[in-house]
Structure formats: C-alpha cells, structure tokens
C-alpha cells in the first residue's frame, strides 16, 4: 500500500510541475509522458494489490514488475532534456519499493 501511495504523489507533483508558471513549453511533452507513466503505474499497483487477496502471484508479479517499467519510461523521456526532474527521487525509491514488493512475491510461491 506504501508503494500505492507513493505512485499517486509521484502523479501529483507531475501534474503540478506541468502547471507551473514559466515551466518551457518543450518540457511539457515529456512531462505530459511522465504524466502518463505515473497513471498506468497507479492502475498497476492497484491491480497487484488486488491481486493479494487472491494470492495470485502471477499477477502481482506482472503488475509490480509493469510499474518498475512505467518509472523507467518516465526517467527516459527526462534524460534526454537538460533540466533536473522533481520524479527522479521519488522513482528511485518508487522503483526500490517496487523492487521489495517483487521480492515479497516471491515468497509467497
């Protein structure tokens, strides 16, 4: 849930950057895609989530290792832009949490 919770600020404070005045107006398509990324990976973790009750671990493995992804989607459209990104620490310890939950997983086998 920690892991949950997490995804959904990373999604607000994307929304909020975009929403900045002076933000540059090139910044705003890879924002917008980070954007995108933080809101499949709310849907991810929530799908994973309800995969516990279930002990479906088919599932919660896919769904976890889906968010990891949808963080790195969001860290490579940033890196190709010179400017500091406020998603960089919160999708590394997004990603280290994510990393855990997948370990976890895998004991439930």
Not at 14 to 38: F, Q
Not at 47 to 68: E, L
């Amino acid at each position: 849930m920690a892991g949950a919770k997490l995804t959904k600020h990373a999604l607000s404070v994307a929304k909020n950057v975009t929403e900045e005045p002076g933000v540059k107006p090139e910044l705003l398509p890879v924002l917008k895609e980070c954007i995108r990324s933080y809101e499949t990976a709310v849907h991810n973790y929530q799908d994973a989530v309800n995969a516990f009750p279930r002990r479906d671990t088919g599932t919660m493995n896919s769904m976890f290792s889906a968010v990891i992804i949808d963080i790195g989607d969001c860290e490579d459209a940033v890196s190709g832009h010179a400017f500091e990104s406020p998603l960089s620490s919160i999708g590394t310890r997004l990603t280290h949490m994510t990393s855990n939950c997948l370990a976890i997983v895998s004991l439930l086998d």
